[in-house]
């Protein structure tokens, strides 16, 4: 049933015939009736109705409606200025059309002075349900657009299918007029061109479907001109809020730790615990008073390979060997790593057969080597087996800086990754990148081929407008040549 409502839900602007003569008599212009359905992803959902009556000497109390359905009670009219209303709101489109319904609508003016039966079907105006933008998405700046269910029956005179974007202050962007068969929008800038939106905005996008239909309707008893215009519309409409990201960055990228000499513009870290511990080089150590000489190579994954030699009969040159080193070289980060290897010596003058294992541990800090080894096996048919104390070697290695550089382009592909140790040494990368247009992080993953390196570069807030670009927050985590760290950024 309908109720009457404290406030107005909204009022339609219809136009007033002319006034009326000197000695007044009924004349209904027009009825009509507007019902709204209006959806949002801001505020609660909406449906109302008004019932309209437009004419002359129209009285309040004495006017009223009846519904289609049972108990079929008239229900009395309120007036508003020489018009005559009735409004409602409705908890659901069940209700609604439990409440009006397709049918006969009788309306009596006055105590029944004019009769008229309006004859009432809804048009079949489906609601647009936006569905992409999705409600309180995020997409990127530039244009957008709207899909949404086309209205095939606002196809007469009087339809219409309105499109419209506005900012989070409600100000109108764009307006359009489209067509019954239109399901898709791209807001236009008024120029030709599509609008391009701001990156970190907020919009709202609507899409509203009217449909009206209209017919003269004979009042019986009549009034003063014996015909009546009734209007009824039928309106659907769905708004969503949305905003827009950030721009993805673009441009050159780089970033050195501890490096003596970076490239213009590279973001510097300064800690000496990020320094590459690099041991390739030549050692030698004692084994039952003999010399033995291993040259040692660190892979990209700390992978220690190499051969060792030794001059068993003390005359030189090296007589025994070669044998190939196998061994590991890690760190965590802290400004200390260890490495461990081993190797086996066999030769015939004077025969040997030796087994060797060399462990270190080494502080980037205070430069500290430590060095312990054992040997077991045979020299000229002497077993051997020993294992002296640690010691303390000069270190015949010096702790790296390093630089990574990389390229992004427009669609967030990383061009030509590359890690480049203090002195020279480089290790060709490939990466990954994920944007998250959002909170305008970017998650970069980089590693060497075969494996070894890998960096990680994750919430990266880059700053594209310098170049290279400048680094705003985020974390670094890597591995290289067996050693591992993180840190902060920038």
């Known amino acids: 049933m309908f109720r009457r409502s404290l406030r107005p839900i909204f009022l339609l602007l219809m136009p007033l015939l002319a006034a009326a003569p000197a000695l007044a008599v009924i004349d209904i212009d027009e009825v009509s009736l507007e019902i709204v359905i209006a959806r949002s992803s801001l505020v609660a959902d909406e449906i109302t109705a008004v019932l309209r009556v437009t004419g002359t000497d129209l009285n309040t109390g004495t006017s009223t409606i009846t519904l289609p359905q049972a108990p079929n009670t008239p229900i009395p009219l309120d007036d508003d200025g020489p018009d005559l209303i009735l409004e409602d709101t409705f ?155 950030f721009e993805p960055p673009v441009g050159d990228f780089c970033l050195a730790a501890n490096h003596p000499a970076p490239p213009p513009g590279c973001e510097m870290l300064s800690d000496l615990s990020l320094q590459i511990l690099d041991i390739s080089g030549m050692n030698t150590i004692q084994v039952d008073g003999h010399d033995v000489d291993y040259d040692v190579n660190v892979g990209a994954g700390g992978e220690l390979t190499g051969s060792a030699t030794a001059d068993l009969d003390d005359i030189g040159p090296n007589e025994t060997g070669p044998g190939p080193i196998k061994g590991k070289l890690s760190g965590k980060g802290d400004g200390e790593s260890s490495s461990k290897l081993s190797f086996s010596l066999e030769g015939d003058a004077p025969a040997a057969k030796l087994k060797v294992s060399v462990t270190e541990t080494l502080s980037t800090f205070t430069g500290e080597r430590q060095r312990l080894h054992r040997a077991s096996g045979s020299i000229d048919g002497v077993k051997i087996k020993e294992a002296p104390p640690s010691m303390s070697v000069a270190p015949p290695f010096t702790p790296l800086g390093w630089v990574i550089e990389f390229e992004l382009d427009a669609n967030g592909q990383i ?8 002195g020279g040494s480089s290790f060709m990368l490939t990466g990954t990148n994920k944007f998250n247009l959002a909170s305008n992080q970017s998650s970069l993953k980089l590693q060497s081929d075969p494996k070894g390196i890998s960096i990680q570069l994750k919430k990266l807030v880059l700053d594209h407008v310098p170049n290279p670009m400048q680094i705003t927050g985020g974390d670094l985590s890597y591995r290289m040549l067996g050693q591992s760290g993180r840190t902060p950024l920038p």
């Open 91 to 245: 908890a659901s489109e069940t209700e609604l059309n439990t409440v009006l319904p397709n049918g006969n609508y009788i309306l009596r003016i006055n105590n029944g002075a004019v009769v008229a039966t309006l004859v009432y079907a809804r048009p079949v105006v489906p609601s647009p349900a936006i569905s992409q933008p999705g409600p309180g998405s995020v997409v990127a700046p530039g244009t957008v657009e709207l899909l949404f269910t086309k209205c095939a029956a606002c196809n007469q005179v009087g339809d219409s299918v309105e499109a419209v974007l506005e900012d989070d202050l409600a100000v109108v962007l764009a307006q359009e007029t489209l067509t019954s068969a239109s399901e898709e929008w791209i807001p236009p800038d008024g120029m030709g061109g599509d609008l391009l939106l701001p990156q970190d905005s907020g919009f709202v996008g609507r899409v509203t479907h009217t449909a009206l239909r209209q017919d003269n309707v004979v009042p019986n008893p009549a009034d003063d001109d014996g015909l009546l215009l009734f209007s009824h519309s039928f309106v659907q409409s769905d708004e969503i809020d949305f905003r827009t990201g």
């Open 415 to 422: 061009l030509s990754p590359v890690l480049t140790l203090e």
